[in-house]
């Protein structure tokens, strides 16, 4: 695999797992609209994957045959969904990374890249709006959701900081022109999720614990049932046409 | 015109003329049945996105899926002309109060099961919906004909899904078989009982509501669909059905069955009610904080 395709697998990857886990939610919304729109996200994400993975291989051995440290989604997207809080604070703190990450990745010198990229960014943006929305309602909404849409938030926050790590794969993509560096998008993100916790009347949590690991094949607990669910039935049929 | 002006014209009705009560209450439940059919059937088919075997597939079962929940938003929109809101709708739902097909209290207990659904329920539904397009009130049919599009496009998406396991392997094609045994008869209950045996029927079609009988419908339904059980190599689970040189004619249906499931007694009618009453219960939080937030920032007038 060139550092191109690894790198793309792993924008690939974070995009699936995070539509797996958005579609977990089907018929379970708070409402018919976020039924519509949580499956339109999820499906947003499927899309944007597929064209990522198919860029790599074979898009349904990469999805459906690799083991857990194959993996190189960060962690975040792979957490249980929780509640709707939970799964809002989630999304925004994803969108708001997505939304700057695939906006520089648009004009990358990789054509692959460029152009998932930049259909991708639309997406984003409204995957970024529809989480802000949520969080801003929920956290200056009853005390009951203030307190929920916190304590989800509280409970993904440590993730993020991997969103922004840097290792010789991402530092040489960023030499050749190929993405943005880490510390480019991270004030952009900061200042994004700081104003939409500011208008959702959250606290900014403060965590001093940055688990990471995905980006290497280290995943949590909760990613290997993902992944058990999600591969089980093609693994069943080995070499069958669906 | 007045009202059966309108009606002996085959006009339509729309929501502010004046109708029978009668009339707006047979529409008011057979639209939020028509709507509650929409939601609960999220449930059998979103039992497998998360195990769908490709991603293509996963696609376009969350698309589908998707498009089920927009198809209850049109139809409880339509139910709302008439005077009634969503939410003392899905009250009624939760409370057993309401009716939704009988089709959706069968278990998916396998993929192919998600290729049965779209070919022979969506089928059958697009035979019951397509007449609705015509619907004599105004909102319904306006609705129907939006549903009816994409209902046609998810049961070809069924069909071409059938298609591929019924040319797949011989574990595939089993899985196939073993879908089209089970899913056949509850299909073609979903016209209905027998049209001498439907209380409200001759009503709904003196008010154009309905245009054709449980009876035509159904027959439609085995005519355009056993042909396709043969082309896909697979054998309807009905050993008297016969061809009389017009129409294929099925066995007699089992009408207790259709009994015991719209008492509640299906495999699946408490789980998907269930399901249900614990979504609307795990969202009241979202839903209370939305309109707290909205009548806090309401704009100023």
């Keep these: 695999m060139t550092p191109v395709q690894a790198y793309t697998l792993r924008l690939g990857d974070d995009c699936l797992v995070l539509g797996q886990r958005l579609s977990e939610w089907a018929a379970r919304a708070p409402t018919l609209e976020e039924d519509v729109a949580l499956l339109n996200i999820a499906l947003d994400l499927l899309g944007t994957a597929r064209s990522l993975l198919g860029a790599v291989g074979d898009e349904d051995a990469l999805a459906f045959l690799r083991a857990e440290p194959d993996w190189t989604n960060a962690l975040l997207v792979e957490l249980d969904n929780g509640d709707f809080g939970r799964t809002m604070a989630r999304q925004l703190l994803v969108s708001a990374y997505q939304v700057p990450l695939w906006a520089a990745l648009a004009s990358s010198t990789d054509p692959v890249l460029a152009g998932v990229a930049g259909k991708a960014v639309k997406e984003a943006t409204y995957h970024l709006d529809h989480a802000s929305a949520w969080v801003v309602r929920l956290g200056d909404g009853t005390a009951e959701s203030h307190a929920r849409v916190q304590a989800g938030l509280d409970g993904v926050w440590p993730y993020a900081a991997e969103l922004f790590e840097t290792d010789p794969l991402v530092e040489s993509l960023v030499q050749q022109g190929i993405t943005a560096a880490p510390a480019v998008l991270l004030p952009v993100w900061q200042q994004t999720v700081e104003r939409v916790l500011a208008e959702a009347t959250l606290t900014v949590p403060e965590s001093s614990w940055r688990p990471t690991g995905g980006r290497s094949g280290r995943h949590t607990e909760a990613f290997g049932y993902l992944l058990a669910e999600m591969q089980h039935l093609h693994r069943a049929h080995p070499g069958a046409s669906w | ?301």
Excluded at chain 2, 7 to 29: C, F, H, K, S
Excluded at chain 2, 203 to 223: C, H
Aim: a negative charge; one cysteine or more; proline letters at 5%.
């Design chain 2, 1 to 301: 015109m007045d009202f059966q002006q309108v009606i002996d014209t085959d006009g339509r009705i729309e929501p502010r003329d004046q109708m029978p009560d009668a009339y707006r209450q047979t529409l008011v439940r057979q639209i939020a049945q028509h709507a509650h059919s929409e939601i609960i059937g999220m449930q059998p088919e979103g039992n497998w996105i998360t195990r769908a075997p490709s991603l293509r597939r996963k696609a376009i079962l969350v698309a589908k899926v998707q498009d089920e929940a927009g198809h209850g938003l049109y139809l409880y929109g339509a139910a709302e002309t008439l005077g009634v809101d969503r939410a003392e709708l899905l009250d009624l739902l939760h409370a057993g109060r309401q009716k939704y097909s009988t089709i959706f209290n069968y278990p998916t207990t396998s993929w192919a099961d998600v290729a049965a659904i779209g070919w022979l329920v969506d089928g059958a539904a697009i035979m019951n919906q397509v007449p609705l397009t015509r619907c004599s009130y105004g909102p319904y049919a306006r609705a129907m004909t939006r549903i009816c599009k994409e209902e046609s496009f998810h049961q070809r998406q069924g069909f071409e899904a059938m298609t591929v396991l019924s040319r797949g392997t011989a574990a595939q094609q089993q899985m196939a078989q073993d879908a089209l045994d089970r899913w056949w008869w509850p299909a073609l209950m979903m016209f209905g009982p027998p049209d001498a045996a439907s209380p409200n029927s001759a009503q709904s079609m003196a008010w154009g509501i309905k245009r054709f009988g449980n009876d035509e419908l159904r027959q439609r339904f085995v005519d355009a669909t056993v042909p396709q059980a043969e082309f896909l190599g697979l054998t309807v689970p009905d050993p008297a059905l016969s061809w009389d040189g017009e129409h294929h004619r099925s066995g007699e249906i089992d009408w207790t069955e259709f009994a015991e499931v719209m008492k509640g007694n299906g495999p699946c009618n408490r789980q998907r009610l269930e399901f249900r009453q614990q979504a609307h219960a795990d969202g009241a939080w979202v839903r209370e904080a939305a309109q707290a937030y909205a009548s806090k920032h309401r704009p100023v007038a």
